[in-house]
Structure formats: structure tokens, C-alpha cells
């Protein structure tokens, strides 16, 4: 099983609607959560943090789940500029402190 | 503010030849990785650095070899370039392990 996994999608979006997606992880001792946006052929860039209490910024909105072990992002309102893969990045300390990415969701968004 | 910078951008290389991937950051990071990522696919660690001076294995180590040369260069190398290795190469660093990471541009290497 792989540490961290996504639903490769895409999951096709009509603009102005809402899309949620989930990704899961193994590894019951990690500790920081991260969504990260990826651009075709660009690097990766924080779109934001996961914290426990669940946290929104702006049009997203990340949730976490310990006791299921899964993290979800949710875009309301999509936007064309939002069609992207969206990446889940996981953090263990006990297991090196090294961030973990699982193999992104694809998301389009469509007139 | 150049963040982390990865040269080159561009190589292709002939099966067997070596070369080595530079990345530097200018952050004061403490932590460096090295990711590839091939077509329609995620990132997967070859190697970090969690600290100066120390370096581990991440998923997919083999053939490659990394040096923390101080704590703002990490360099990755290919001894014996093999097509296999043809992917997308990333750099990335944070502060430790639980924060933020960065990533440079990328460098596209192909391996005939």
C-alpha cells in the first residue's frame, strides 16, 4: 500500500460548481498536512496547510480526519484557473521527517 | 529573492553518461529532497537531506547518489545515466520537515 494516495481523477468540473476530493494515509503517526497545486510541467506550490480543526482560505476548504486518516480539499465556486493537479503532501517524523507526496488529482474546469 | 534554483533546466544525455543536478537555496533551509516525477505521475523521493551533513534514501534511490555539500547546496548525480531515469527532476527545500516546502523549477532530462 502506498503512504499517501489520491484519486488520479480527472474530475471534470462545470465552472461555478463545487468539487471535493480526498486523499488518504498510511502512516497513523503523521503529524503535518499539506495540499499543494501543480501546474502542466511546473513545480509544485503550497495552496495550504492542514490543520486539525479543518481550515478555509477563501474558495477552499481542507478538512482532516485523523481517526479515518484522510485529509479532503474542497473548491467551491470553481474557477477555469483552478483546473490543475492538486497534490497531498504528508509529513511523519517518525519516519525520517521527510514529506511524502501522493500521485496528485487532476481537476478541470469547464465553461 | 531566487529561492531555489536547480541547474540545468534541459539535458539530454546518452545511456551510460554521468551528470550531476545542482540546487542551491538562499532560504537558510535546513532541509533539501530530491523528486522525480514522470509523465502523468506523482512525485517520488530519490534522496533528502534532513540536515547538513546528513543524507537518507527516500522510495527510489537506485542509481543515483546526493551530496549536502553545505547548507545551501544539494547535488544529485547519475553515475551511469540509463533511460529509465528519462523524467522531470525536482528540488525542494524547508525548514524541517513539518513546514513549507519550496521547489525549483525543475530539470527535464532525457536519456537515449
Known amino acids: 500500500r502506498k503512504e499517501v494516495e489520491q484519486d488520479p481523477g480527472p474530475f471534470n468540473v462545470p465552472e461555478g460548481a463545487t468539487v471535493a476530493f480526498n486523499c488518504t494515509y498510511s502512516?497513523?503517526?503523521?503529524?503535518?498536512f499539506f495540499w499543494y497545486r501543480q501546474d502542466c510541467r511546473k513545480e509544485p506550490k503550497l495552496l495550504m496547510s492542514v490543520y486539525s480543526s479543518g481550515n478555509e482560505d477563501g474558495r477552499f476548504t481542507a478538512q482532516l480526519n485523523r481517526a479515518s486518516q484522510y485529509i479532503s480539499l474542497l473548491i467551491r465556486d470553481s474557477k477555469l484557473s483552478d483546473s490543475a493537479t492538486y497534490l497531498c503532501v504528508v509529513n511523519a517524523k517518525a519516519a525520517g521527517n521527510k514529506l511524502t507526496f501522493g500521485g496528485g488529482t487532476r481537476v478541470l474546469v469547464k465553461p | 529573492n531566487a529561492g531555489v534554483t536547480q541547474t540545468p533546466k534541459f539535458q539530454v544525455l546518452k545511456t551510460g553518461q554521468s551528470m550531476t543536478l545542482q540546487c542551491a537555496q538562499d532560504m537558510n533551509h535546513n532541509s533539501m529532497y530530491w523528486y522525480r516525477q514522470d509523465p502523468g505521475m506523482g512525485l517520488r523521493l530519490i534522496y533528502y537531506s534532513a540536515s547538513e551533513g546528513t543524507t537518507d534514501k527516500g522510495e527510489v534511490p537506485n542509481g543515483y547518489n546526493v551530496s549536502r555539500l553545505n547548507k545551501r547546496e544539494f547535488s544529485l548525480r547519475l553515475e551511469s545515466a540509463a533511460p529509465s531515469q528519462t523524467s522531470v527532476y525536482f528540488c525542494?527545500?524547508?525548514?524541517?520537515?513539518?513546514?513549507?516546502?519550496?521547489f525549483g523549477q525543475g530539470t527535464r532530462l532525457t536519456v537515449v
Open positions: 502512516n497513523s503517526a503523521s503529524q503535518s
Open positions: 525542494a527545500s524547508n525548514l524541517q520537515g513539518n513546514t513549507e516546502a519550496f
